[in-house]
């Protein structure tokens, strides 16, 4: 089947200028009309005002019985004539003395006012002629008075030829304007267009230019430098992410190869306990980094999960209660009554995450608070604060980069693989949250500040 394409240009210049075009002469001829209707209509209208003004003075001359036989023409009237009820002409202008009656009308009951447009000279021009009916002494006679319509057709046909000539012209001149403004106006947007067009995987550094005005495109070019800036740390972050992943799992990998190829070299049951020992213990570590990982890929893909109210003092004791073989007990302080929407799994992993970090670092004490914000009162503030070494200020945000771990915790057997914390921000973000450091009087302390669920539990 063959597509009929619509005659309708295809670049947004060319539409503007045949739109604007189009409703500037629609415009145009409508005004032109408009105009020529008035101005005929006025003419028209002022050549009848005079000519009707004649012919009631002469009819109440005739009504007087002072009625001349050449009558004399006032300004604004070109020829006079009165007839009598027979058709003979009793009184005449002086151009049309010896003429015959200009017109053969008869008084309907008495009286009678016509007007119409006629030509009684025949000289080319058309006259504008009143007729009135007036009694006399010698009975009811008729007066004709007519005024040229030649300074009216000749401003018609004036108006005619200016706007015949001028439409066109303006016309022109808005289709040239349209068409010189748009260019400029869409001249950025090309820039924008072959900018974004040369940016590829391996040139996201590239920006497209801003234009110096503060207009549309100046937004949409900066907005787009903005999304390109995400684009770009999205993927410097994807790329560091999956390099550094590649080395975490590397390492585990290699060690129980080693212990593999070990074992294998040296057959000697004595040994297999600790070979194999180490090798679940690197294979517990290996299926851990996996699990953080797919998490991680979940949470960046904002994977939709189910959702809803929990109880979050509930949660904690659940979760504190199910800890086993923790170096330290946990304190906890806990509000009850704060209900939060969300996914009790990523919750607990929230919970557990930021345990497993104060278990790693605290000296002796851990605490676990939950209450409701000082200055929210929508917020639920879980805080997990130990003794230990602290966090400095410097490192309070680069602890929940991915892979990240400080100094002091880079052990294989107590480091981790620095995702823990990762995790647990990126959770606090999935439920509408923060997770940050907060300045605490010895050691370190992480809250999460939670939206409370307006529902209960």
């Known amino acids: ?46 050549a009848n005002d005079a000519a009707t003004a004649q012919a009631d003075t002469v009819g109440q001359l005739a009504a007087e ?38 017109a053969d009308l008869r008084p309907h009951e008495g009286r009678l006012r016509a007007t119409w447009s006629g030509e009684p000279f ?9 007729a009135v009916t007036a009694q006399t002494p010698g009975g009811a006679v008729t007066v004709y008075a007519g005024t040229s319509l030649r300074d009216a057709d000749a401003a018609d046909e004036i108006t005619k030829v200016a706007l015949g000539i001028g439409t066109p012209l303006l016309l022109a001149t808005v289709a040239l304007v349209t068409w ?12 924008i267009r072959s900018e974004v067009a040369e940016i590829t995987g391996r040139a996201l550094h590239r920006r497209v230019p801003v234009p110096a005005s503060q207009d549309e495109v100046a937004r949409l070019a900066r907005t787009m430098n903005a999304t390109l800036d995400r684009l770009e740390d999205a993927v410097v972050r994807q790329r560091r992410f999956i390099a550094d992943a590649s080395h975490e799992l590397r ?43 797919l998490l991680l890929a979940r949470l960046d893909t904002a994977e939709p999960v189910s959702r809803r109210p929990l109880d979050m003092a509930e949660l904690c004791r659940t979760t504190v209660a199910a800890r086993h073989g923790d170096r330290l007990p946990i304190d906890t302080r806990l509000q009850p009554g704060l209900t939060v929407e969300g996914n009790r799994g990523w919750l607990v992993r929230l919970l557990t995450n930021l345990l ?11 605490e676990l608070a939950l209450h409701t914000d000082p200055d929210d009162a929508g917020l639920a503030v879980l805080e997990v604060t130990d003794d230990g070494p602290g966090i400095p200020e410097a490192d309070r945000e680069r602890i929940f980069e991915r892979f990240t771990r400080l100094d002091d915790a880079r ?37 999460a500040r939670l939206p409370l669920s307006p529902s209960g539990p």
């Open 122 to 130: 025949g000289e080319g021009h058309r006259q504008r002629i009143v």
């Open 180 to 191: 010189w403004v748009t260019g400029r106006a869409l001249r950025p947007v090309e820039a």
């Open 65 to 102: 019985g002072k009625l001349p036989d050449l009558l004399p023409l006032t300004h604004g009237a070109d020829f006079i004539q009165v007839v009598d009820s027979s058709g003979r002409v009793v009184a005449a202008s002086q151009n049309l003395v010896g003429r015959p009656a200009v």
């Open 1 to 46: 089947m063959r597509l009929v394409r619509h005659p309708w240009p295809g670049s947004v210049r060319a539409r503007a200028t045949v739109g604007a075009t189009a409703v500037v002469a629609l415009a145009l001829t409508a005004a032109s009309f408009a105009l020529f209707a008035m101005l005929h209509v006025d003419l028209q209208r002022n």
């Open 356 to 366: 497993d970090n104060a278990q790693r670092h605290a000296d002796r004490r851990i």
């Open 411 to 447: 052990s294989r057997d107590h480091g981790g693989a620095g995702l823990g914390l990762a995790i647990a921000r990126d959770i606090a973000h999935q439920h509408h949250g923060t997770l940050r450091v907060e300045p605490h009087p010895y050691g370190a302390g992480i809250v």
């Open 251 to 293: 390492s585990p990998i290699t060690v129980l190869r080693t212990q593999l190829e070990v074992a294998l070299a040296h057959p000697d049951p004595a040994l297999w306990p600790d070979l194999v020992s180490d090798a679940l213990e690197d294979t517990v570590r290996l299926q851990d980094l996996a699990s953080d990982l």
